[in-house]
């Protein structure tokens, strides 16, 4: 009795077809076909059948995983002129994930995590700013804005507590340059 051996297909929701995917991890650059199930990529191939699954033509495109803007600043409509929608410079223009440059501070973190972060489809992460109020501050001189050293290391400590809940990676400071070695000689974030 002869036995059936019946090849299996995988079910892709979406098939990327014939991109040149550029991946530096996985070291992959060449021609591939992407294969997509529920949101995530499921398989990597110079050639899949896409079954009845969606078909991107990306032939004649670059395909590559999320990018990272690590120098944004999207803490629209509070840091002034350049607080960007994280939308619009994040997912639309092929950027997974930006990171927020000290528009938030210890004093508005709460509402920058409401209004943009929780609201954004881009992961969003932020240095959090020694600014009392972060991007509030844009456009006044630093040594006008920049709280004296005491309150600097008061904020650093909250900034520390704060960087421990998701979306916030840091803090971010700019010190007049007279004051660098003081500051460096006494971190504001206890280790």
């Known amino acids: ?9 995988p079910a892709f929701d979406t098939v990327v077809k014939g991109g040149r995917l550029i991946d530096p991890k996985n070291g992959i650059d060449g021609i591939r076909d992407i294969g997509i199930t529920k ?12 079954g009845k699954a969606k078909i991107i033509d990306a032939a004649g495109l670059i395909v590559t995983p999320g ?6 600043h999207v803490y629209e409509h ?10 619009l410079v994040g997912i639309r223009t092929g950027v997974t994930t930006v990171v927020d440059q000290g528009g938030p501070s210890a004093l ?7 209004f943009i972060v929780e609201k954004a489809k881009t992961r ?6 020694a600014y009392l109020a972060g991007g509030l501050l844009a456009g006044i001189p630093a040594e006008r804005a920049a709280p004296c050293l ?3 290391r008061r904020l650093g400590y909250r900034a520390a507590a704060i ?16 004051r660098v070695a003081e500051v460096l000689l006494e971190p504001a974030v206890a280790s």
């Open 39 to 50: 949101g995530r990529v499921a398989a990597v191939a110079p050639t899949l059948d896409p």
């Open 163 to 178: 960087g421990r809940v998701e979306s916030s990676s840091g803090a971010k400071a700019r010190v007049r340059l007279e």
């Open 1 to 9: 009795m002869a036995k059936t051996v019946t090849k299996l297909t």
């Open 124 to 129: 969003v992460l932020a240095f959090i700013s």
């Open 150 to 152: 005491g309150e600097l």
């Open 108 to 114: 508005t973190f709460d509402g920058f995590r409401k």
């Open 78 to 87: 509070v840091s002034g002129d350049f607080g960007l929608n994280p939308d």
């Open 67 to 72: 990018l990272i803007d690590t120098h944004a």
